[in-house]
């Protein structure tokens, strides 16, 4: 089963720095790719779901 973590922007099945790069590089700027929420806004609501999921392994 293919289980696709929101906060793994880089596909690598760990939420890890290597994700909070790009996402902190986004932060507070209109960025679909890295709004977790589906508004397209980064802020604290897609940073708690990013945490969420940090460095859990699926
Ligand atoms: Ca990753
Ligand atoms: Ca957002």
Do not use: C, H
């Not at 596909?11 to 790719?33: C, E, H, K, M």
């Not at 609501?45 to 460095?55: A, C, R, S, T």
Request: charged residues 30%; negative net charge; glycine residues 4%.
């Amino acid at each position: 089963m293919a289980v696709v973590l929101p906060g793994d922007f880089n596909r690598d099945r760990v939420v890890s720095f290597l994700d909070y790069a790009p996402f902190s590089g986004a932060w507070q700027t209109i960025a679909p790719n890295y709004s977790l929420d589906d508004n397209n806004d980064v802020d604290m609501d897609d940073l708690k779901i990013f945490i969420e999921d940090w460095l859990w392994e699926k």
